[in-house]
Nanobody
């Protein structure tokens, strides 16, 4: 069974930075498109960022462009989300997700982690 485990969430002040990690197991990680999603309290889950299996292509939601960077290390079966210039509206549970090699929206993922909470104080 595929496992995706997020880490790195926490409490940070507005303007600060956090780096999320997602460790994957029981899948051929280097062939998977991977992504980050988030769900704020009272809101639907939304797409944040995605990265292609080889890391050569990335996509971002408009709300995070220029502030967040997604990356991956296929040797370590891990993806990352570097979040800079954080805002209170970035407060959410952040989920790691993956699917096969297909690239591009819609970002309908096959596997999901349990999430890590990011809280940005004003």
């Amino acid at each position: 069974q595929v496992q995706l485990v997020e880490s790195g969430g926490g409490l940070v002040q507005a303007g600060g930075s956090l780096r999320l990690s997602c460790a994957a197991s029981r899948l051929t990680f280097s062939t998977y498109t991977m992504g980050w999603f988030r769900q704020a309290p009272g809101k639907e889950r939304e797409f944040v960022a995605a990265i292609s299996w080889g890391g050569g292509s990335t996509d971002y939601a408009n709300a995070v462009k220029g502030r967040f960077t997604i990356s991956r290390d296929n040797a370590k079966n891990t993806i990352f989300l570097q979040m800079n210039s954080l805002k209170p509206e970035d407060t959410a549970v952040y989920y790691c997700a993956g699917r096969g090699t297909r690239w591009g929206p819609p970002w309908d993922m096959d596997y999901w982690g349990k999430g890590t909470l990011v809280t940005v104080s004003s």
